[in-house]
């Protein structure tokens, strides 16, 4: 699933182990529109995802749906665009999957490294947005911001 506690994680393989299948929707749809979604066949988690998203927004969509299950979130609650979730349990679940991706460990070393945004976010299979995200989360920001300013 991964290469140790700092290494990347595998979000495919984390759903072999959570069980779930994974289906990609059979149209291209905007990936503003619609990105994934967790339900349940047969007893058994599907995950959908929008096979229009750059790979990097699927890793973390994946990852995202993965901890919805884990969260135990329900996913019988539909209305004609998906499932109904408060934003503090879309939160809760990305913000999860966001630091499982890259945990605090792996993006303090990459800041106080100096390393590129872009080398960091390509080894992890993520965004550079998302990596930047995680170091606002994580308070590293004006460290971020000024590490090359000097």
Sequence with gaps: MGAGPDGPLDPFALAVV???RIEYLPVD???????????MRGGRPVIVLNRSMAPERRTITLLEE??????????????????QH???VESEAYQTGAAALLPA??????????RAAADVAREYGVSTELFEMRVKVLGLWRHYQGRNAA
């Design 86 to 88: 408060t934003n503090a």
């Design 105 to 114: 460990v792996v993006v303090a070393k990459a800041v106080y490294k100096n």
């Design 29 to 39: 749809v905007d990936p503003s529109d619609f990105s994934g979604m967790v339900t």
């Design 66 to 83: 993965l901890c919805h299950l884990h969260y135990r979130h329900p996913v019988e609650e539909w209305d004609g665009q998906g499932r």
């Design 18 to 20: 959570f069980g779930a």
